[in-house]
């Protein structure tokens, strides 16, 4: 690792500064850019490139992190990946945490090339799949990044695997776990928050506590507020035990992420009713300081 | 799904006219590149370009398969993304099945970027985590992709999640060798086998007969085979029952993968010994007929 700063720090530092634990989902569909972004650019990559870079600019110093959908680039071909290489710097540069949401995961040697590319691109984090085993972490680790293992996901075709009981009375996600917890107390930063975080859905709540109770040093990534149903009372429960009572964002360990309800806010009939002829982005900052409000009721 | 011949059909083409079930790795690391290879080019992208030209004609017709390592292209940046992509188009050109080893896995409308973004990169396949349920595969099999879902894999630290036992006497394994097999039951091919395949290390034979009784009709890709430890015998366990007498290998369900055996076989110490002077090229495609016919002792 090299002396640059910890990816657990710097969340902390984010989340105190801009006293949010929101982290805006950058999952572009160019189907649904605003018309004058199309219009303007007349192509899609570079539609796609003009919109993240208003998405950032709009959420900078309110929310703490972005969280980049690597499968939406992808599909744009290299230049897609070129275009979010360059708006994980730009986020980088005002200040966000960034997270690249790969889910990948793989045998040591080569997770060790997908560390080292994900070095590369300029991101903070990742998340990965530990179905091979959570040492599949380890070089991203090394490497200075953050890693968040999925552990219990918002999706329903997930419940068959996460949900299944073991003979020992755990389900394979609080095996998950377990093991991202013995994986992370190994890198505890001086926040006492590990480098090593979980995804967790937000519309899991009632599994959701005793994962908390398994995970005490991890953020929390947490999918499906909002847009998928996750409400506040599904974040407090997964607070950790330390704060809660609440005062403080960065130690909170909850990082809650909302794409589709922050990013494409201009479609929303409401906002479109009261504020016509204002700028998309402002749509996009409204809903990103609002939710950081309403999230304020659970972590003051 | 368009007009093209199916994932499942491919392979069995491949295999019969190759009379082979070898899969070629192509996991190339510049370090470990011929020497005339580096310095002739003088630079890593081209480097790698070059080696992967070389190991795909020196075993076009000799084996049934190739599989990209995602990884190990991603490091190099996007321009080693066009590369691969590059390759690809090369590799099926010469009549290759070509499969994209990049371990993705998510929620539905994200699995759908994805399986857009295999498609467009030329591959005929993907492997794919199946945590997030199964169903992550679907926009892959709906776009013509065939699917291979992690099972069982061979590196020892797997074990704690795949090798824990479910109250119902199953392993994880086993459970998503299961669903593996529900999902394949929807994409069977003339030919009487799925599009839908699994991830089967070669190291865990003896757990790998009791995957197979679960999953008939899958296509096993088995990596670990030689450098890794994987034998003949483990992967006899491996072939479906009905043609466990060994005639064909277009039906045996098995795709046995070998990457450093095969693709740096020029650093084989006897190699060198035997045949200074000789093309490094010369050196992999020996090795990949070796392989093949070994194999030819288990699938007739």
Not at 165 to 181: H, I, P
Request: neutral net charge; proline residues 2%; contains cysteine.
């Amino acid at each position: 690792m090299d002396n640059e700063i910890r990816f657990a720090e710097r969340l902390h530092c984010a989340m105190e500064s801009t006293g949010s634990v929101v982290c805006v989902g950058l999952d572009p569909v160019v189907e649904k850019l605003p018309g004058r972004v199309k219009e303007r650019l007349g192509e899609t990559v570079g539609a796609v490139d003009e919109f993240c870079h208003g998405v950032i600019n709009a959420v900078a110093g309110r929310v703490a992190a972005v969280k980049f959908q690597s499968a939406c680039f992808e599909r744009l071909g290299t230049i897609g990946l070129e275009v979010m290489h360059a708006r994980m710097a730009h986020a980088a540069s005002v200040g966000l945490a960034v997270i690249l949401d790969a889910k990948r995961g793989d045998i040591a040697l080569t997770a060790g090339h997908y560390a080292a590319a994900a070095k590369q691109s300029g991101a903070h984090a990742v998340t990965l799949s530990g179905y091979m085993g959570v040492e599949v972490a380890e070089p991203f680790l090394k490497l200075g990044l953050g890693v968040f293992l999925l552990v219990r996901t918002s999706n329903p075709e997930g419940d068959r695997i996460q949900r299944a009981k073991l003979e020992d009375g755990r389900t394979v996600a609080q095996m998950m776990a377990d093991e991202t917890a013995r994986l992370g107390a190994g890198w505890i930063s001086s926040r006492g928050l590990s480098d090593v975080g979980a995804v967790v859905g937000a519309t899991q709540a009632s599994e959701a506590a005793e994962l908390r109770a398994r995970m005490k040093d991890q953020v929390f990534l947490i999918p499906g507020y909002g847009a998928q149903g996750g409400t506040k009372d599904d974040i407090r429960v997964m607070l950790r035990p330390a704060i809660k009572n609440g005062e403080r964002a960065g130690t909170s360990g909850v990082l809650v992420t909302s794409s589709r309800a922050i990013i494409y806010a201009y479609e929303d009939p409401t906002w479109r009713g009261e504020n016509a002829g204002r700028h998309w982005t402002e749509a996009v900052t409204h809903a990103a300081v609002k939710m950081t409000e309403e999230l304020r009721e659970v972590v003051g």
